[in-house]
């Protein structure tokens, strides 16, 4: 088995996932990830869901050149969706709840890797009360934000 320290990644991209599935529009990253799943292989996209980006995961972006973050934004119109770069900044002490700058920040200085690439891809969410049903601008984000993450894959990804 290769390791990260041998800079040759274990895993071509990860999808880091999270949301609180039980919180309405904060349960979109979730379903980006569910559905991603039935459309890569867990050989070219690997996939990680939580309800919110821990420590943990940065033995996971350690082991890839490509990450993706995925998550709601209660900032923007529900629906929209974003795409941002994001490089690794660690301003943030809190280590219970981590951004995606400070995961990378983190997997460079425990693991000895951080992801050549890093994207954010946030969809703009309005409705986080209880229930498990996703808005109808959410539901129709879906599709589009798995186009983005096809499309990220195959233009950043090394080949497996």
Do not use: W
């Not at 996971?60 to 490089?87: Q, Y």
């Not at 425990?110 to 049903?133: D, K, N």
Request: with cysteine; glycine share 6%.
């Amino acid at each position: 088995m290769q390791s990260a320290q041998a800079n040759t990644p274990l895993h071509p991209a990860l999808l880091l996932a999270c949301g609180n599935s039980l919180r309405r529009d904060d349960g979109v990253g979730l379903k980006i990830a569910e559905a991603a799943e039935h459309l890569f292989p867990a050989s070219r996209l690997r996939i990680v869901a939580a309800t919110q980006f821990t420590p943990e995961m940065a033995a996971e972006l350690a082991e890839t050149e490509l990450a993706i973050f995925v998550d709601a934004s209660a900032d923007d119109e529900p629906g929209s969706i974003r795409v941002l770069p994001v490089t690794a900044h660690d301003d943030n002490p809190e280590t219970h709840r981590l951004d995606p700058p400070a995961l990378l920040a983190m997997a460079q200085s425990l693991c000895g890797h951080a992801p050549a690439r890093a994207f954010v891809l946030t969809i703009g969410a309005g409705s986080f009360g209880y229930g498990e049903e996703i808005s109808g601008p959410l539901r129709q984000a879906v599709p589009r934000a798995l186009r983005l993450v096809t499309n990220l894959v195959a233009a950043f990804a090394p080949q497996a």
